[in-house]
């Protein structure tokens, strides 16, 4: 499967038409694929569409624009986070279930018949942080992607700190609906200085390596 990153909607071009989940053909308007930059070094997981995502396309539309917000104020959006067609830079936005209940959540069924599309978006990019938004995000991907259990991750204690994933870390993040505002400055705080800490200073040796260059530093 080849990337298209001229397109930062379904960018791996994956299924459009997806029937495997009868209940929700009938309620979507569209399936809702990952967003964003296929060389991304983040990956942005929620739980399912908003009713602006579904309507849109854009993951993290409407209600959950919190999540837009956050990533724009530590430097991972271009331009306006609030535009029709935002510009993530270096950051990929997807969700566990790709299509839109307006009464329900997503059973486990559902949840299943998705996780090939996350696990192929997720193997493809190979992010080197992943943002779980949501208890079901991270209970998505605990079997397959941490050494706990689901039963053992509550994004409630989890929010707003860094845990060891396979071969990546995971930062997760409240679902914007149940986030005080002390919450949301407590993550941006937190990956902020994840960013100009441990992310940066591990970029700036990729970049030695790649160069033959030491990481630059003020004379």
Known sequence: MDARQDEMSNPFGMD???TNCPELVETRERIVHGY???GADFVVIGDQPSAAADETGVPFAGDQSLVWDVLDRVGLVDGDPGAAEPEPDEVFLTYVTRC???DRTATDEEVTACEAYRSSELRMINPEIIVP???RAIEA???QYTTKSEDELDVTELHATTMRGRGFELVPMLDPADQTP????AFVEHFADLLGTDYRQ???RQGSLETGRG???DE
């Open 16 to 18: 459009e038409d997806c």
């Open 36 to 38: 964003g930059d296929v």
């Open 100 to 102: 839109r209940h307006p």
């Open 141 to 143: 991907l605990a079997f």
């Open 133 to 135: 938004v949501g208890q």
């Open 215 to 217: 990481p630059d530093t």
């Open 182 to 185: 002390e919450q949301t400055e």
């Open 202 to 204: 591990t970029k700036g």
